[in-house]
Nanobody
Framework: QVQLVESGGGSVQAGGSLRLSCVAS????????MAWFRQAPGAERGRVAT???????SYADSVRGRFTISQDNAKNTLYLQMNSLKPEDTAMYYC???????????????WGQGTQVTVSS
């Protein structure tokens, strides 16, 4: 069973940085994709960034140039480096995964429990 566990959320002032981590276990697929989603109160959950086993990366327009998704396969860990944070980045951030390379188009098959990011002005 795939498990995803996020960490690294917290409170930061606008302009600051945070790095989220997601440790994956039970994940042994040669082709896969992983993604970060976020959900603010009263809003729908939206895709922030994706990365797949072919090293293709995509970003939402709202975070491109500020956020960087990366992975360390040796540690089974996905990261999201968030710089120049804005109050509108405040949300619960979720790690997600699929057992194919369609994270940018299809809903995830697996979800983490989420980690809260709060950005104050």
């Amino acid at each position: 069973q795939v498990q995803l566990v996020e960490s690294g959320g917290g409170s930061v002032q606008a302009g600051g940085s945070l790095r989220l981590s997601c440790v994956a276990s039970g994940y042994t697929y040669s082709r896969y994709c992983m993604a970060w989603f976020r959900q603010a109160p009263g809003a729908e959950r939206g895709r922030v960034a994706t990365i797949d086993s072919d090293r293709r990366i995509s970003y939402a327009d709202s975070v491109r140039g500020r956020f960087t998704i990366s992975q360390d396969n040796a540690k089974n860990t996905l990261y999201l480096q968030m710089n120049s944070l804005k109050p509108e980045d405040t949300a619960m951030y979720y790690c997600a995964a699929r057992t194919d390379t369609w994270c940018s188009l299809l809903a995830p098959e697996y979800w983490g429990q989420g980690t809260q990011v709060t950005v104050s002005s």
